[in-house]
């Protein structure tokens, strides 16, 4: 017998249904795929409260407009998160944080300074030419970027 229920438990409820807090995060990770990337941003997932997802929204308009949509939403989310979905949503109007801009990738060095010859020896014991040079071209990133104190 427990080795049915084992199987007729999804998977999500097994690893993030015993504890609350980890059921709020899937949903909420769930939800910028179930509602698109702009309706995310435009809400947040504020709280899971037994069956019922507590979604701040801008304004009576924007609680309207989900209102409508619900129905897609609740089986957006059901495929995503599986029974651990909400059966209904609850709105809560007021400011919707703005989600923080990701940070700008540095751009790499265009051209590190060659490594060293202690480490271009120690490469040569590396037989395939194409490995042996990605590693002196990852070794002579590495150092130059230990070199220029960027070392975060």
Excluded: C
């Excluded at 097994?14 to 909420?28: E, K």
């Excluded at 309207?64 to 939403?73: A, C, N, T, V």
């Excluded at 998160?81 to 265009?110: C, M, W």
Aim: net charge positive.
């Amino acid at each position: 017998m427990a080795l049915q229920r084992l199987f007729t438990v999804s998977l999500a409820r097994r690893l993030f249904g015993a504890v609350p807090a980890r059921a709020l995060a899937l949903v909420r990770a769930a939800w910028p795929r179930a509602v698109g990337a702009d309706l995310a941003r435009r809400t947040e997932v504020v709280a899971l409260e037994a069956a019922t997802l507590r979604v701040r929204v801008p304004d009576a308009r924007w609680r309207k407009e989900l209102h409508r949509m619900q129905p897609e939403i609740l089986a957006r989310l059901r495929e995503i998160v599986g029974d651990l979905a909400p059966r209904r949503l609850g709105f809560v109007e007021g400011p919707v944080p703005v989600p923080p801009a990701a940070e700008p990738a540095r751009p790499a060095p265009l051209s590190p300074a060659p490594a060293p010859a202690e480490v271009v020896a120690s490469a040569a014991v590396l037989t395939d030419p194409e490995l042996r040079q990605r590693f002196l071209e990852v070794a002579a990133r590495y150092l130059d970027r230990w070199k220029g104190g960027s070392h975060a």
